[in-house]
């Protein structure tokens, strides 16, 4: 069971992410060329939607486009540092690019003019360039956008603005903003001007704010039965309805969220065959038994 960050299929049990997203909705928004917002509570698929969404685009069966997410939490270090905050954002694209789209595009720019480019323009001139250099259309995922603070977050909303009307041809057709809270909710404070700025504002061009929708029932239960079908361990009847009310009341009130921990004690629980050293240390600090150790004493 995976307990931390986006799923990998072939390692942990899933559902299908693209089944979280309204994804008739989301496919409409970008083939009318839109820019908008998806938004959720932590720990509930949305970077596993995302990676699935590009993988759809990049396939050829929804349209010819190009595709790359990327994550802009590097950036947050940089706090209001506005060009070394856009220089971390504009390599980890570049790196995303090469490895989804086998695209040096960028990485071209990082040894050619990019450092003379002023970094309230970079990012815009960058995605203008990139978007001109093929004639399919651009789309950009962007996760953890509100994990940017102060300038840098309030350039990188700008510069996205800046070359809205000149999409898709000479920038990206569509944008997706991913993050825990809607856009419209950003209350962005500038350092340098003592201003208090609405995320809305900056980016007044996103046509629609989506939630990716709660974890229900069915979903914790295919999740419960490939639990079962690989371990032989039973849960207990009601063990789904168990998991979801477990959160009512609480602060993910309404994320629905798996528990994580309840999850990782059902995994320590499954029996281990003789001498397994097991992947978890006991919670007393005790170390992993190595061979040749004897037995501890039952409890």
């Known amino acids: ?8 299929s072939q390692k942990h049990y899933s559902i299908p992410p693209l089944g979280r997203l309204d994804l008739d909705n989301v496919l409409w928004l970008i083939r009318e060329w839109k820019y908008f917002v998806l938004h959720a509570p932590r720990q509930t698929g949305k970077t596993s939607a995302l990676l699935a969404l590009q993988d759809l685009l990049n396939s050829g069966s929804e349209g010819d486009y190009r595709c790359v997410y990327v994550n802009v939490e590097g950036g947050q270090a940089m706090r209001e540092n506005v060009a070394e905050g856009l220089l971390t954002i504009l390599q980890a694209l ?18 050619g003019d990019l450092d003379r480019w002023p970094p309230g323009n970079a990012l815009a001139r960058s995605l203008r360039l990139w978007a001109r ?39 990206p057709q569509s944008i997706v903003l ?3 809270r809607d856009l419209h909710d950003y209350r962005i404070h500038s350092a340098s001007t003592g201003e208090n700025i609405a995320g809305g504002s900056a980016f007044n061009i996103s046509a ?4 990716l929708g709660d974890f229900t029932r069915g979903d914790v239960e295919a999740l419960l039965a490939q639990h079962t079908a690989e371990t032989g361990q ?12 477990t959160n009512t009341g609480t602060a993910l009130a309404g994320q629905r969220a798996l528990p994580r921990g309840l999850f990782r ?17 006991r919670r007393t600090g005790e170390a992993h038994p190595k061979p040749g150790d004897a037995p501890r004493p039952a409890r």
């Open 1 to 8: 069971m995976n307990t931390s960050g986006p799923n990998i």
């Open 94 to 111: 570049s790196d995303r690019a090469q490895e989804v789209l086998d695209d040096n595009f960028l990485e071209k720019l990082f040894h």
């Open 133 to 171: 250099a093929d004639p399919r259309p651009l789309v950009l995922l962007i996760d953890e956008i509100d994990a940017l603070v102060g300038n840098t977050l309030i350039s990188v909303l700008r510069q996205l603005r800046s070359g809205y009307d000149m999409r898709p041809r000479s920038f």
């Open 178 to 180: 991913c993050g825990v």
């Open 208 to 211: 629609k704010s989506l939630r």
């Open 234 to 245: 039973q849960l207990p009847p009601g063990s789904a309805e168990t998991r979801l009310e």
């Open 265 to 281: 004690k059902r995994e320590w629980a499954r029996p281990r065959p003789p001498g397994h050293r097991g992947r978890h240390p």
